[in-house]
């Protein structure tokens, strides 16, 4: 299910940088939305944030076919799915993005020579690569990171039925083996796994908001 | 895409959420998040969650480590560490410290952080708890039909009559199956169970096989009998606690999971199903599956709730341990509410003086430590003579709390 950048991270694999208007003339509302959540990061030029997001994902292999298939509004009927499901690719994004705009702010703060106190920051700067660009496995490992954080945060706040929904079905379980080991009906397990998600997400998307305001 | 409703994505989100859309779904879903900033979060904030928990372990506990990277926590531990030391130091040097209570006095009490335990020790510097259906020491409960060895056959429901003689039906359901002296017995005319010939009340009891007066009944040989759902329910419960006795914990839970299943769909009361929920809480905590534990006791307590002619003896001890549970990962509003909060009365003393010696430990946890010595004293008074293991918790608990003035 997690991105597998690292198996198609060599050098050999990458696509050409790409001409910006290939990326921004077919994919003008995800950029719009990309650099509103930039804007919230922090960052000081959020479209610019949100073009270099793009711009990275579209040099990974996999995430330039995700990006096409479920982005692109003028997508081929019947097109094969990509590797990548929606859901590893928004995750990547996400990452990159995050990646992206705490660069900007690191070098406005080197450029500034302020010393400035990253390690406030929730993501903070231990968490990131050398400055220089990062390669797919070093935005997978940020990407790991991320989730590792978020279930830290966020799991425990989960009423204990989702918790334990969530552990069994995490541990490779179906439906109805949950439903045997829970003593419950496997469409309890069904609503259980979707009100958790649902939690979890609720607090990701409060961790989201916070992320700019710190 | 103009016609794109909140409920149209709300619905789709669900979908979503729980893995059942298509890629031309997901790809639709993903185009239409795009409308809206807020939908596009909403996506990607349930993508995260989604491949936070297929792509990182699931945590088995509340995340302790992750409270160590705060650094007033970690400087508050290494206090705690720091004093520990100061006071062992301290009971070498003494000649003269061997009661717990002077242990306990020992710590100065600005470092002593009260954490409910379950293990009782002589001296035991933590506030013990007692909860019957949560004491690993206590031996498996006693099962009414032995299973002792592994190939000892499942519990059947339906049989047949393999002998009638002298008035007498043989069938060839037995204990295993549930069956008791005064059982009753359906009788079938065959495999499809909707022609009665009438019933059947057991009167000799064996392990596989049971008899029974025929009376005036026209029973033949091969006629189909059925246990009730209720008795073949204990059957189930038997075998796991079978299971337990031989030490095969994962195999008893797998068999008291199973039972709770069945009964969900059977013609049980509601206290036969919490019967199997509370089975399953115990065997969970003995496998050190707390969250499991905590789960199945919920549902037995549910299941108590909703049964007007309740045991308040049943209902008290479940909510016990699930306070007892509630406490030991810090929990103490639930435990609060659970103790507090319109509890029944039990007619047992022990359960009474359990429910008093865990609100000693709520209050001691809370620093309340002059609430905690009365509810200690309480409990302590109504503690029958003939319980010492119990009586040894609370009077080392008592002891603790007076040296801690």
Redesign the interface.
């Known amino acids: 299910?997690?991105p597998q950048a690292a198996s198609n991270s060599g050098p050999g694999e990458l696509e050409p940088a790409p001409v910006q208007h290939q990326i921004s003339g077919g994919y003008r509302?995800?950029l719009?939305?990309l650099a509103?959540?930039a804007h919230r990061f922090g960052s000081r030029d959020p479209e610019a944030a949100a073009q270099e997001a793009l711009t990275r994902s579209w040099e990974n292999t996999k995430s330039k076919a995700a990006l096409e298939?479920?982005?692109r509004?003028d997508?081929a009927p019947?097109a094969a799915?990509?590797a990548w499901?929606?859901?590893?690719?928004?995750?990547w994004?996400?990452v990159v993005l995050r990646y992206v705009v705490s660069e900007e702010r690191g070098r406005v703060a080197y450029r500034m020579e302020v010393s400035l106190d990253r390690h406030s920051e929730a993501w903070n700067e231990r968490s990131l690569p050398e400055p220089s660009d990062p390669g797919a496995n070093q935005l997978h490992q940020l990407l790991?990171r991320?989730?590792?954080s978020?279930?830290?945060?966020?799991?425990?706040k989960l009423d204990?039925?989702y918790?334990?929904v969530?552990?069994l079905?995490?541990?490779g379980m179906k439906y109805d083996e949950i439903?045997?080991?829970?003593?419950?009906?496997e469409n309890t397990v069904?609503t259980w796994?979707?009100r958790a998600?649902?939690d979890?997400?609720?607090c990701?998307?409060r961790r989201?908001q916070r992320i700019g305001k710190k | 895409m103009s016609e794109i409703t909140q409920s149209w994505f709300d619905e789709k989100l669900?979908r979503?959420?729980?893995g059942e859309v298509s890629?031309?779904e997901?790809?639709e879903?993903?185009?239409a998040?795009?409308?809206s900033?807020a939908w596009?979060?909403?996506?990607?904030?349930?993508?995260?969650?989604?491949?936070?928990?297929?792509?990182?372990?699931?945590?088995?506990a509340?995340?302790r480590h992750?409270r160590w990277r705060s650094p007033f926590l970690l400087a508050t531990a290494a206090a705690i560490v720091i004093g520990i030391f100061v006071v062992n130091y301290a009971m070498r040097v003494s000649s003269k410290q061997r009661d717990s209570a002077r242990i306990a006095s020992l710590q100065p009490p600005s470092m002593y952080r009260p954490s409910p335990t379950l293990a009782f020790a002589p001296g035991s510097a933590q506030p013990v708890l007692l909860a019957e259906g949560l004491q690993l020491a206590t031996p498996a409960r006693t099962t009414q039909v032995f299973r002792g060895n592994q190939s000892s056959r499942s519990p059947r429901q339906t049989g047949a009559i393999i002998l009638v003689e002298d008035g007498q039906a043989t069938i060839n359901l037995g204990s295993v199956d549930g069956l008791a002296k005064g059982s009753e017995v359906e009788v079938y005319r065959d495999n499809t169970l909707k022609h009665p010939a009438g019933t059947l009340l057991v009167g000799t009891l064996f392990r596989e096989q049971a008899r029974a007066d025929v009376g005036p009944k026209d029973l033949k040989v091969k006629y189909v009998v059925q246990v009730t759902d209720g008795d073949h329910l204990q059957a189930l419960i038997q075998q796991a606690t079978a299971s337990e006795a031989r030490g095969d914990l994962t195999e008893a839970r797998?068999a008291a999971?199973?039972a709770?299943?069945w009964a969900?769909n059977a013609t049980v009361t509601t206290s036969q199903k919490a019967s199997?929920?509370e089975l399953?809480a115990r065997l969970d905590f003995t496998a050190k599956d707390l969250?499991?534990a905590?789960?199945?006791y919920?549902?037995a307590l549910d299941f108590l709730s909703a049964d007007q002619h309740v045991s308040q003896n049943d209902l008290a001890e479940v909510q016990n341990d699930l306070a007892a549970l509630a406490m030991l990962r810090g929990d103490y509003n639930s435990a609060d509410k659970l103790l507090r909060g319109n509890p029944p009365i039990p007619a047992k003393p022990n359960l009474r003086a359990e429910r008093l010696n865990n609100l000693g430990v709520l209050a001691e946890t809370r620093g309340d430590r002059t609430q905690a010595e009365s509810f200690y004293t309480q409990a302590l008074a109504i503690l029958p003579q003939d319980l010492p293991n119990e009586r040894r918790v609370a009077e080392a608990n008592l002891a603790r709390v007076k040296g801690l003035h």
């Open positions: 299910m997690q509302h995800l719009t939305a509103s959540r298939f479920y982005f509004n997508v019947h799915p990509p499901s929606l859901d590893q690719l928004l995750a994004l996400h790991q991320e989730l590792e978020i279930l830290s945060e966020c799991f425990p204990s039925e918790q334990a969530l552990r079905r995490g541990a439903a045997v080991r829970l003593g419950q009906k069904a796994l979707s998600i649902r979890l997400a609720g990701i998307k989201m | 669900a979503f959420a729980r890629p031309d997901a790809h879903l993903a185009q998040s795009l409308e900033h596009f979060e909403d996506l990607t904030a349930t993508a995260l969650a989604k491949t936070a928990v297929s792509s990182v372990p699931v945590p088995t509340p995340l992750a797998r999971a199973s709770i299943k969900n199997a929920a399953l969250a499991g905590e789960m199945h919920r549902a």
